[in-house]
């Protein structure tokens, strides 16, 4: 049950510990605020920027997710197209990390603080 907690606030972009404040400043593909996180939840004020520099740990998640994303791609193209050069893959893989880039960048995010903060039910204090 606590996966699936966490899975409702990455999928949500919610608060990880309440699941009601919004988690980013605008939305996913919103170039203005792209990746912006709040300072803090607006419902049960936790801190996000947990210390300083807490979201460059977020770069391993992003890792993984670009890399999760190539080989999905690369299996998309031996599925649907299989006599595709090697170049028309490696276009492929470059042409869909920068369409998902905001995508996988916000999600880095959001999945990497809900490494260090659970879901508590009726916390609504400071
Ligand atoms: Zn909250």
Redesign the pocket.
């Known amino acids: 049950m606590t996966f699936l907690k966490k899975l409702y606030s990455i999928l949500k972009f919610k608060?990880p510990?309440?699941h009601?404040?919004d988690f980013l400043e605008g939305k996913v593909y919103q170039f203005s605020k792209m990746g912006k996180v709040k300072k803090k939840?607006s419902?049960?004020n936790?801190k996000y920027e947990i210390e300083t520099g807490f979201f460059y740990g977020a770069m391993y998640v992003s890792y993984a997710l670009g890399v999760a994303l190539g080989i999905s791609v690369w299996v998309l193209q031996l599925l649907f197209l299989p006599d595709a050069s090697p170049m028309t893959l490696f276009l492929a893989i470059v042409l869909s990390v920068i369409l998902f880039y905001p995508l996988l960048y916000s999600l880095s995010k959001i999945i990497w603080i809900n490494f260090f903060v659970s879901y508590k039910k009726s916390n609504t204090s400071k």
Request: proline share 0%.
């Open positions: 608060c510990r309440c009601e404040g939840c419902h049960c936790l």
